[in-house]
């Protein structure tokens, strides 16, 4: 069964950058859909960012929340397995956990994710 660890997650000040880390074990994760999402205090879980190799052109091959457009990038490592959140100019709007997710047919809906990893924190102080 395919399995999503999330890593890299922790307390930073606003303005820097962290990279999180999401290694996929029982599946290629290149056949899959791969996203991230964030759950905020007090707020339901929301789109963050997504990348599919289903449509390899630019404008379809990744999606990003209005909210984090120019400062987040997602990636792939297919030799490793692993995908990643590139988080820059961090807010203390951007504190929230941090779910990688997998589906074979995937875009931006939480409900087209087959597989959850456990989450991991993100807190950006002022």
């Known amino acids: 069964q395919v399995q999503l660890v999330e890593s890299g997650g922790g307390l930073v000040q606003a303005g820097d950058s962290l990279r999180l880390s999401c290694a996929v074990s029982?599946?290629?994760?290149?056949?899959?859909?791969m996203g991230w999402f964030r759950r905020a205090p007090g707020k339901e879980r929301a789109f963050v960012a997504t990348?599919?190799?289903?449509?390899?052109?630019?404008?379809?091959?990744?999606k990003y929340a209005d909210s984090v457009k120019g400062r987040f990038t997602i990636s792939r490592d297919s030799a490793l397995n692993t995908v990643y959140l590139d988080m820059s100019s961090l807010k203390p709007d951007d504190t929230a956990v941090y779910y990688c997710?997998?589906?074979?047919?995937?875009?931006?809906?939480?409900?087209?994710?087959?597989?959850w990893g456990q989450g991991t924190q993100v807190t950006v102080s002022s």
């Open positions: 990348t599919s190799w289903i449509d390899r052109r630019v404008d379809r091959s990744t």
């Open positions: 997710a997998a589906g074979r047919l995937g875009w931006d809906r939480e409900h087209q994710y087959n597989f």
């Open positions: 029982g599946g290629n994760s290149s056949l899959y859909t």
